[in-house]
């Protein structure tokens, strides 16, 4: 996945994030589902920014980015802050 299309995932992930509130102001989606649902994209959002980050430092390393490969939600989770 190249950054174009990485950032695109983001931005298909923020848009469902978005749509989940909406049904659950709408009442067509328990509190339940959303925040179970939510919890999956907050995950998957985590492994594109951390995928994004790592392309762009390899790239400032003079390295090819395009070795850079997506980490488990695990590995990316496990993260110390």
Same mark, same amino acid.
Not at 10 to 39: N, P
Not at 67 to 80: K, L, R
């Given at each position: 996945?190249?950054?174009? !299309? *990485?950032?695109? #995932?983001? =931005?298909? &992930? *923020?848009? !469902?994030? =978005?749509?989940?509130? /909406?049904? &659950?102001? #709408?009442?067509?989606?328990?509190? +339940?589902? $959303?925040?179970?649902?939510?919890? /999956?994209?907050? !995950?998957?959002?985590?492994?594109?920014?951390?995928? &994004? #980050?790592?392309?762009? +430092?390899?790239?400032?390393?003079?390295?090819?980015?395009?070795? $850079?490969? +997506?980490?488990?939600?695990? $590995?990316? $989770?496990?993260?110390?802050?």
């Amino acid at each position: 996945m190249d950054d174009k !299309e *990485v950032l695109g #995932r983001i =931005h298909g &992930l *923020v848009d !469902e994030e =978005h749509k989940l509130r /909406e049904q &659950l102001s #709408r009442g067509t989606l328990s509190a +339940a589902e $959303e925040h179970a649902r939510l919890k /999956e994209l907050e !995950e998957a959002l985590d492994q594109c920014w951390d995928l &994004l #980050r790592r392309r762009r +430092a390899a790239r400032a390393a003079g390295n090819n980015p395009d070795t $850079e490969q +997506a980490h488990s939600v695990g $590995e990316v $989770e496990g993260y110390i802050q």
